[in-house]
């Protein structure tokens, strides 16, 4: 039999969690880019063996596309975003946990927690990454898997769809 158990973090709580990412982050400074990447690499790696609840599952898909996202050519990342997720991933490359990872249903909340945090933080560059990736799985099936599909192309594509519905809602609102 299963229970299920919700909590809310208050302001406070939250920003207890902060201060540790703020603290992980200091820390993660003297790391090379490449080893945060890895240590955050090896804790979704260690998460995905383990028997997660799907609430951190979720969380721990995202953090996955966030180093994909860091990862991809293609995407062609400017180095302040690079920057921004690297400092936010700073904390899986603690191997000091609030909560021991080991612990059945339980060791992965603060993890949870961390993750959802950075993807607040990252919201925005999380959405952009998504949008980027289904446009290019269209577009290679369209085109082919040669066609060169990267982060400008799809800039462009936003643009013109962008100036369509602009014009669109143009003549919508001209017709009343």
């Known amino acids: 039999m299963s229970i299920q158990i919700s909590f809310e973090l208050?302001?406070?709580?939250?920003?207890?969690?902060?201060?540790?990412?703020?603290?992980?982050?200091?820390?993660?400074?003297?790391?090379?880019p490449a080893e945060v990447l890895e240590k955050a690499r090896a804790v979704c790696a260690q998460m995905e063996q383990a028997n997660l609840p799907d609430f951190v599952r979720h969380r721990m898909e995202s953090?996955?596309?966030?180093?994909?996202?860091?990862?991809?050519?293609?995407?062609?990342?400017?180095?302040d975003e690079k920057s921004e997720i690297l400092t936010s991933l700073a904390y899986f490359s603690e191997p000091e946990d609030l909560v021991p990872d080991?612990?059945?249903g339980l060791g992965y909340v603060d993890d949870a927690i961390?993750?959802?945090?950075?993807?607040?933080?990252?919201?925005?560059?999380?959405?952009?990454?998504r949008q980027f990736c289904s446009f290019r799985t269209t577009e290679e099936n369209r085109r082919g898997s040669e066609a060169?599909?990267?982060?400008?192309?799809?800039?462009?594509?936003?643009?013109?769809?962008?100036?369509?519905?602009?014009?669109?809602?143009?003549?919508?609102?001209?017709?009343?």
């Open 10 to 32: 208050s302001d406070s709580d939250l920003d207890h969690f902060r201060t540790m990412m703020l603290a992980a982050m200091e820390k993660a400074k003297e790391l090379p």
């Open 63 to 79: 953090l996955e596309t966030l180093i994909s996202a860091l990862e991809d050519p293609e995407w062609q990342m400017p180095e």
């Open 102 to 104: 080991n612990i059945p």
């Open 114 to 129: 961390m993750i959802e945090l950075v993807i607040q933080e990252l919201s925005q560059d999380l959405s952009a990454y």
């Open 148 to 176: 060169n599909i990267n982060r400008d192309t799809w800039l462009s594509s936003k643009r013109t769809e962008l100036r369509s519905n602009m014009r669109r809602s143009r003549r919508l609102f001209s017709r009343r």
